[in-house]
């Protein structure tokens, strides 16, 4: 076992994780073992290797099962890279737990990519946004294969923070106001289909709107620097994300002195385990 790596004596699986299907009973251990490395400093900092060693399995097992958790929204896995863009540390947040963490870090980054190239499947692109748009407009059309069963949920979401407009409305809108449109709407639905819409209570219309307005003049005063926004879409969802979740986990603003990447990977662009 790593000196530097404290373990406390109690873990912690919430209900939430103890019985839920979907999770591997060595997930769910894993999970617990997470909030055990986390009392210390609000976050585990173990590397892929210390767990291997400790269940007895492959790096890459354990790799599968971090990334597992984080697509549940149980953990929140952030990358910190030096100004080489080196990766000199990864850090672990817990989501779901009754007991409060110490982070001070953002949920939104610079760089909204996952690392492992199997999860760049999961970026927002314009053509996911358009045929869910298609569908708004265009109510006899089929809601898109990704929020299959979620459309009830979707539309009354949509509804509650109006955002449901005719092509009649969309005509006489400028561009500017139909992408802001467009991204706030996928971004709803996206959080259904996570399962944090529930959480949607803690924002009206208006400050969903101003939270687009405000990564927008992010992505201008990001602009060609090393912290430009690759994918605004993207980025706007993971703001919106971190507002919701924020009490539970990191929030929303990017600090100044340190490049953090979130993601729910383990590995980098040539596969370096950390």
């Not at 959480?199 to 687009?212: A, C, F, V």
Request: glycine letters at 2%.
């Amino acid at each position: 076992m790593n000196e530097d790596i404290q373990v406390n004596y109690y873990a912690i699986i919430p209900a939430g994780v103890r019985y839920n299907r979907e999770l591997k009973f060595a997930e769910r251990l894993l999970y617990g073992e997470i909030t055990a490395l986390s009392n210390a400093k609000g976050y585990c900092f173990a590397k892929n290797k210390y767990f291997a060693d400790l269940y007895n399995v492959s790096i890459s097992t354990i790799s599968r099962w971090i990334s597992h958790l984080a697509e549940l929204n149980y953990i929140n896995v952030e990358l910190i890279r030096n100004e080489n863009k080196e990766i000199i540390e990864r850090r672990i947040f817990i989501l779901d737990t009754p007991y409060t963490q110490n982070n001070q870090y953002p949920y939104v980054q610079n760089s909204t990519y996952p690392i492992r190239k199997k999860s760049k499947d999961n970026i927002i692109n314009n053509n996911m946004i358009d045929s869910l748009f298609n569908f708004i407009i265009n109510k006899e059309k089929k809601i898109p294969t990704e929020f299959e069963n979620l459309e009830i949920q979707i539309i009354d979401v949509l509804e509650k923070y109006e955002m449901l407009y005719t092509q009649e409305v969309i005509k006489y809108m400028q561009p500017a106001n139909i992408e802001k449109i467009k991204i706030i709407s996928y971004s709803l639905a996206l959080a259904i289909k996570e399962n944090v819409g529930y959480l949607l209570y803690k924002m009206n219309r208006e400050q969903i709107i101003s939270l687009y307005d405000e990564c927008k003049l992010r992505e201008q005063e990001y602009k060609n620097t090393d912290k430009e926004i690759q994918s605004f879409p993207n980025y706007y969802y993971k703001s919106l994300k971190g507002q919701l979740l924020k009490g539970r986990g990191p929030s929303f603003f990017v600090p100044k002195n340190e490049n953090i990447e979130n993601t729910s990977s383990e590995e980098d662009e040539e596969g370096e385990e950390i």
